[in-house]
Nanobody, 124 residues
Framework: VQLQASGGGSVQAGDSLRLSCAAS????????MGWFRQAPGKEREFVAT????????AYADSVKGRFTISRDNAKNMVFLQMNSLTPEDTAVYYC??????????????????WGQGTLVTVSS
């Protein structure tokens, strides 16, 4: 199983980025998916989650209204559209997959598989 996150980079405050997560070795239609991030010196934190079918999602308060999670089960991919980026969004972003019985989760421990992360740096 591999989750390959990409799309990170260095941007200015106010810019947008779209992160992608390509899954192999599993069919994501059987998993709810999530994005998490870890800033330097901080613990990994929840960003967004999406249900298996893509009809439901939830976000951390810090990104609500700016970030959008989506998925394409046919392509086995998950996305995170990030708008109005601020320096506080600087972090390594990780995608994750869970086969749990819930429809989605904000808890790190609910996820079974993790990608390697992609770095997002936002400068003011």
């Amino acid at each position: 199983v591999q989750l390959q996150a990409s799309g990170g980079g260095s941007v200015q405050a106010g810019d947008s980025l779209r992160l992608s997560c390509a899954a192999s070795g599993l069919s994501i239609r059987n998993y709810y998916m999530g994005w998490f991030r870890q800033a330097p010196g901080k613990e990994r934190e929840f960003v967004a989650t999406v249900t298996r079918g893509g009809s439901g999602s939830a976000y951390a308060d810090s990104v609500k209204g700016r970030f959008t999670i989506s998925r394409d089960n046919a392509k086995n991919m998950v996305f995170l559209q990030m708008n109005s980026l601020t320096p506080e969004d600087t972090a390594v972003y990780y995608c994750a997959a869970s086969r749990g019985i819930l429809s989605s989760s904000q808890s790190l421990t609910a996820y079974d598989y993790w990608g390697q992360g992609t770095l997002v740096t936002v400068s003011s």
